[in-house]
């Protein structure tokens, strides 16, 4: 099946990955655009892997204040280069976890952060294991590998804290 350059742009501007990726996605998946975009994850995915030992020393803080400001939140998320951390993709993700941690109430970041109580929290209180609120096809952990295989750095939550008026 010959793949379009239509095809190839509008799985481009879906995902933002490369030419050549979306490309081989499209023929492997042949032409049909969710698989060739479940594909171009599993690659970021794949990756965000070989990533994980390297230092992310970058990265910005956002904040999110809920309309009515009864409830806000603050973000650490780290990236390896300050020029990645400039980018409006990685701004935008900041924003997307400042709003999910806003919404969601998470009591932890991931496994690692599982805090030292006897009763473990569930995994709806596992920022990484949420699902997504902007986009319940995926979870944060996956929203964050598929930014890391598009922008090419490792990138990970360092801290976040929430607060509702009241509490």
Same mark, same amino acid.
């Given at each position: 099946?010959?793949?379009? %350059?239509?095809?190839?742009?509008?799985?481009?501007?879906?995902?933002?990955?490369?030419?050549?990726?979306?490309?081989?996605?499209?023929?492997?998946?042949?032409?049909?655009?969710?698989?060739?975009?479940?594909?171009?994850?599993?690659?970021?995915?794949?990756?965000?892997?070989?990533?994980?030992?390297?230092?992310?020393?970058?990265?910005? %803080?956002?904040?999110?204040?809920?309309?009515?400001?009864?409830?806000?939140?603050?973000?650490?998320?780290?990236?390896?280069?300050?020029?990645?951390?400039?980018?409006?993709?990685?701004?935008?993700?900041?924003?997307? %976890?400042?709003?999910?941690?806003?919404?969601?109430? *998470?009591?932890?970041?991931?496994?690692?952060?599982?805090?030292?109580?006897?009763?473990?929290? *569930?995994?709806?209180?596992?920022?990484?294991?949420?699902?997504?609120?902007?986009? *319940?096809?995926?979870?944060?952990?996956?929203?964050?590998?598929?930014?890391?295989?598009?922008?090419?750095?490792?990138?990970?939550?360092?801290?976040?804290?929430?607060?509702?008026?009241?509490?």
């Amino acid at each position: 099946m010959a793949i379009t %350059i239509d095809e190839i742009k509008a799985l481009r501007e879906l995902t933002g990955a490369g030419v050549m990726d979306s490309k081989n996605a499209l023929s492997d998946a042949n032409g049909d655009q969710n698989k060739a975009i479940d594909i171009l994850r599993q690659k970021g995915i794949a990756s965000a892997a070989k990533r994980a030992d390297r230092e992310t020393n970058q990265g910005l %803080i956002e904040s999110y204040i809920h309309s009515g400001g009864r409830i806000a939140s603050i973000v650490e998320v780290n990236c390896e280069t300050d020029f990645v951390a400039r980018t409006d993709d990685f701004k935008q993700l900041a924003h997307s %976890i400042a709003m999910q941690v806003a919404a969601m109430d *998470p009591a932890h970041i991931d496994d690692n952060d599982t805090p030292d109580v006897a009763d473990t929290t *569930p995994d709806e209180k596992c920022l990484t294991k949420q699902v997504f609120i902007q986009d *319940p096809s995926m979870t944060i952990s996956e929203l964050i590998n598929e930014a890391s295989g598009k922008l090419g750095e490792k990138i990970q939550i360092r801290r976040f804290v929430r607060y509702a008026l009241g509490e």
